[in-house]
């Protein structure tokens, strides 16, 4: 079971584009790396990799290269 957590003034996102990350392993089959296509970064975790497909450069390049009809949140905090 997933449990998220928001914080306030935090909206629900659900990850997008899951497909446009290859994970690696190293020769022992131990998971090691992620890597984005889409946005050409990596992380290491899972936790890295969950936030970056609910991010708002993921989702803008997932709307650039993939749907054009995606919604983007644009705004900026401060």
């Known amino acids: 079971m997933l449990l998220t957590v ?7 996102v659900q990850p997008i584009g899951q497909e ?16 984005c296509k889409l946005c050409d970064c990596k992380f290491n975790d ?4 969950n936030m970056h497909l ?11 290269k993939v749907d054009p009809s995606l919604v983007v949140d ?4 401060h």
Not at 6 to 12: D, M
Not at 21 to 34: A, C, H, P, Q, R
Not at 46 to 49: F, M, N, Q, S, V
Not at 74 to 77: I, L, M, P
């Open 46 to 49: 899972p936790y890295a990799k």
């Open 6 to 12: 928001l914080l306030p003034g935090e909206k629900a």
């Open 20 to 35: 446009y990350v290859e994970e690696s392993y190293d020769n022992t089959g131990k998971l090691i790396t992620f890597s």
């Open 74 to 77: 644009v705004s900026t905090k």
């Open 54 to 64: 609910k991010g708002r450069r993921h989702r803008a390049n997932y709307k650039k």
